[in-house]
């Protein structure tokens, strides 16, 4: 579908458990992006990181922890988790930040009971 | 904000007719984005328009842009069945590292 893989594809999870969101790009970008979509609101940017630099945290609980080990990976750490945080979590890479087209994956639809 | 906003909300039309769908924003932009969502996927980048362009051709796709009125539309000619998706508009970019998204316009293509 695109350059940017993201495993796993469906996460469910308990409020109290821990897991990890993954996002791979194949595309040689230096920027990447979580984004949360949620029913019936506009997708939200959560993240950026540029050169593996955290770039723009858009005001994120901290129940969410990023982390890029390099250009290529981008993980998003999850704990202790609300229902409410139930979503489809989107990356998204781009040649540089801020540049003006974003590849994005297909996303990590979570549940959290 | 630079939220986009689409209208309509929804759109369903019959196969081979166009289908036009616009997006409405509120301050300056560098550019304007059109991206497609198929069912709990993820985006797909369609077309970009910069501020100082007004109108955009990419195959059955065709993209205005008033910066005067703060609008954009999104034309699909002769469309699909495959063309039901959601689509989006997006602004921003640029030195602010962020691209704002509507809640799109969820198109239904009946063949």
């Known amino acids: 579908e695109t350059g940017v893989t993201q495993t796993p594809r469906h996460l469910v999870m308990g409020m109290t458990n821990k897991k990890s969101l993954k996002c791979e790009q194949h595309l040689g970008h230096n920027a990447m992006y979580w984004y949360k979509q949620s029913a019936k609101k506009p997708l939200e940017l959560m993240f950026v990181y540029s050169l593996e630099e955290r770039v723009e945290n858009n005001s994120v609980p901290s129940r969410f922890s990023p982390e890029c080990p390099n250009s290529s990976h981008l993980f998003l750490h999850l704990h202790t988790l609300q229902p409410e945080d139930s979503a489809l979590y989107l990356c998204?890479?781009?040649?540089?930040?801020?540049?003006?087209?974003?590849?994005f994956g297909p996303g990590t639809r979570l549940t959290v009971l | 904000s630079q939220q986009g906003e689409e209208d309509p909300q929804a759109l369903s039309i019959q196969e081979g007719e166009n289908a036009t769908m616009n997006c409405s924003y509120k301050t300056s932009i560098n550019n304007l984005q059109w991206y497609r969502q198929n069912s709990g996927r993820g985006l797909v980048h369609l077309i970009l328009?910069?501020?100082?362009?007004r109108e955009k051709h990419s195959g059955r796709l065709r993209v205005t842009l008033d910066t005067s009125k703060k609008s954009s539309s999104l034309l699909i000619t002769a469309s699909r069945a495959a063309d039901t998706a959601s689509y989006f508009c997006?602004?921003?970019?640029?030195?602010?590292?962020?691209?704002?998204f509507g809640k799109g316009t969820l198109l239904t293509v009946n063949p």
């Open positions: 997006a602004t921003g970019g640029g030195s602010n590292y962020k691209l704002t």
């Open positions: 998204a890479s781009s040649q540089v930040a801020g540049a003006d087209e974003q590849f």
């Open positions: 328009i910069r501020s100082n362009e």
